[in-house]
């Protein structure tokens, strides 16, 4: 008998447990089984399940205000989109990789620590084979959200059992150090790591793992991300959207769109395209809904382009098949092309 998983969907204890870890996602079994039903050892059994399936993931990512870097796109010669986008897809340096429709056949997300460190990959870090005609960046200085996203399938008073309250943020904020790249990279493969496990790996302990780790989210350091393979959970397709909005209304426009549930990426870049939005979609003909929401919401606001997703490659380090699913984890490390 196929696995709902095989047949290529997820079930409905399935899309509950990824909904409660995108919710909390370093939660307890037993907090979880509090709110979901089943025993705290089942749903540590199927989440091993999605994970060794592809169908599901946790990990790390710079905070919203800490994001630095650029999303880049590539024209080349017909028939070598599939090289492009593989070659980019090994980088640790780049988060996510696309083969779109239009003008530009391939799409990056660069992440780095810094502004500069985003130059010095857009001058220095990037490949420019002979089959590429040109490439153009638009460089971004944070989000406005959409890092972290929700299947939305829990009510409110569930949501609320499972929410952790971080606190607020420590009265002494620190660079981020050595020691914080060494633990962002180590939860790379897997954010639900143990303490202990994290502590060996690091030669600590984990009370000081768990006090770290505590300051960088209380900061908005880091956060973490729970992840699907969008098709088996009914998101079908990806567009990448340019919208050009007024300066003056820029921030309230980004804050709105990130908040939107299809939103899986939205960050103000400089270029007379100033918003760029990443969103899964339903359908092909959700996206002219999103288009009509856009220009109803926003009088003022003009999508510049717009462009289908014909085969995600990377997520932000996980490559993917055809329909979502990782195969491979290279890390996100902002600071491996350029290291301060």
Request: proline share 7%.
């Amino acid at each position: 008998m196929r696995t709902d998983i095989e047949a290529g969907v997820l079930d409905e204890t399935d899309l509950a447990l990824v909904d409660a870890l995108q919710i909390n996602p370093r939660a307890s079994w037993t907090k979880l089984a509090d709110v979901l039903g089943p025993a705290p050892i089942t749903l540590a059994r199927r989440w091993r399940r999605l994970v060794d399936d592809g169908a599901a993931w946790v990990s790390v990512a710079h905070g919203d205000a800490r994001a630095r870097g650029a999303i880049v796109e590539w024209a080349c010669a017909p028939g070598t989109e599939t090289a492009l986008a593989s070659h980019l897809a090994r980088l640790p340096h780049v988060g996510t990789v696309g083969i779109t429709s239009g003008e530009y056949q391939v799409f990056a997300n660069i992440v780095a620590p810094s502004l500069a460190a985003t130059t010095r990959v857009l001058l220095n870090g990037l490949p420019l084979p002979p089959y590429v005609i040109r490439m153009r960046s638009h460089v971004f200085g944070g989000l406005f959200g959409g890092m972290t996203w929700r299947l939305g399938v829990l009510n409110r008073a569930q949501a609320e059992r499972i929410r952790e309250t971080l606190g607020p943020p420590p009265r002494e904020m620190r660079p981020f150090g050595p020691r914080d790249r060494a633990l962002f990279l180590a939860l790379g493969h897997d954010g639900r790591r143990t303490y202990t496990d994290l502590a060996e790996e690091l030669d600590t302990t984990p009370n000081a793992v768990r006090r770290r780790l505590g300051r960088l989210r209380r900061n908005g350091d880091i956060v973490y991300r729970c992840d699907v393979a969008r098709a088996l959970a009914g998101w079908h397709t990806t567009a990448l959207l340019w919208l050009a909005v007024p300066d003056i209304d820029l921030r309230t426009v980004g804050h709105r769109m990130a908040s939107r549930p299809e939103t899986r990426m939205c960050a103000a870049v400089a270029g007379p395209s100033n918003l760029a939005v990443i969103v899964d979609l339903r359908s092909f003909d959700h996206l002219e809904e999103v288009l009509v929401r856009i220009a109803t919401a926003f009088p003022g606001v003009v999508v510049t382009d717009r462009r289908l997703v014909l085969r995600p490659v990377k997520i932000h380090g996980r490559l993917v098949d055809e329909t979502g699913r990782c195969i491979e984890v290279i890390p996100p490390d902002p600071w491996a092309a350029t290291p301060d």
